[in-house]
């Protein structure tokens, strides 16, 4: 039987003194052992100093607890606790969240890990230079089991600056998350009122960092500073098995459909592509099926859905033309 929880630090028992760390770097992990390890020593090894590490195990079965315990042992701006029963993805992240007393907030998953000793600081130095900016993130270094780099994922090529609303504009058009999943990100404490959403669980992140970037501007660095580890036992690719992120697609899509910086024709456009795409295939599982029928619906019933067909087969041959001809141009 799992004993109650307890946070094992020596000081852990008490309320945190001192003032307010910089930065709360944030590890909410579940049966990750293997990789914590790497995780914690690229927290300790950042040249940026000032911070505080709060890690939430959810109830781990295995010896995570032993990893913690040796860690926290060395550094006082370590705080563990070991929950005693499972909180789930979101409510762990929400829970991390709730622990913070840092400006800024820096999300590090068990199985990541910083790339390079300067990039706490890199993205601390992004939201310094400007009050405007809610949100920094970079490219990401793609690391395996091993810790073998198996490439860069970059998606734009260039470091700047934007505002936040074209940012989730963009992301939601194309329907990817160019934003960047949890570890890759710094925010704004102030800015993320209400935490994760537990109604999500794939787009969990991207949902927040909407809201988020509502309030401001995005800024991106097209080094990596964080690698994110691909791996068999993942949660993003048990949930692309179950075809949620198609599912919560739908949802997020219809939930920022009204949202100024958006606009329902936008929104309406992509739901009928991803109808498109995806009506016909068989291996969809129920959930999905219904969220299809809900963005069917959202676009006026079949009749709405065959005048987007209609509107898309007589753009379509000159969208193909532009992009024939701006290949030839290059």
């Known amino acids: 039987m799992r004993r109650p929880a307890s946070n094992h630090h020596p000081t852990a028992d008490l309320a945190p003194s001192g003032p307010s760390p910089k930065v709360s770097v944030l590890i909410p992990t579940y049966n990750h052992a293997r990789f914590l390890a790497e995780a914690l020593k690229s927290v300790r090894e950042q040249d940026f100093t000032h911070w505080e590490l709060i890690i939430s195990d959810d109830a ?25 029963t499972n909180l789930g993805l979101v409510g762990n992240f929400n829970w991390c969240l709730s622990q913070a007393r840092g400006d800024y907030i820096k999300f590090l998953l068990a199985d990541d890990k910083f790339a390079r000793p300067d990039a706490l600081r890199r993205l601390v130095a992004m939201l310094d230079g400007s009050q405007e900016t809610v949100l920094a993130s970079s490219a990401a270094q793609i690391i395996n089991e091993k810790t073998e780099p198996q490439g860069v994922r970059d998606y734009f090529g260039q470091t700047f600056s934007e505002d936040g609303r074209a940012t989730c504009r963009r992301c939601l058009v194309q329907g990817s998350n160019q934003v960047g999943e949890p570890s890759l990100v710094l925010f704004r404490r102030q800015c993320a009122v209400g935490g994760f959403n537990p109604a999500y669980r794939h787009w969990v992140d991207a949902e927040l960092a909407f809201r988020i970037l509502e309030q401001g501007r995005f800024a991106y660095c097209a080094e990596p500073l964080t690698a994110f580890r691909v791996h068999a036992s993942q949660q993003t690719r048990r949930d692309q098995e179950q075809q949620l992120h198609l599912t919560e697609f739908y949802r997020l899509l219809l939930e920022f459909a009204d949202r ?5 024709a936008a929104a309406r456009a992509r739901l009928f592509e991803e109808l498109y795409q995806n009506r016909k295939r068989a291996n969809l599982p129920v959930a999905t099926r219904e969220a299809l029928a809900q963005a069917l619906d959202s676009l006026g019933g079949q009749q709405g859905y065959m005048t987007f067909l209609l509107r898309r087969r007589l753009h379509r041959p000159f969208q193909n033309l532009r992009r024939s001809l701006a290949k030839r141009l290059c």
């Open 60 to 84: 781990s079965t295995d010896n995570s607890e032993a990893v913690l315990r040796e860690f926290a042992l060395t550094d006082a701006r370590v705080r563990f606790t070991l929950q005693p």
């Open 260 to 264: 100024p910086w958006f606009s329902r």
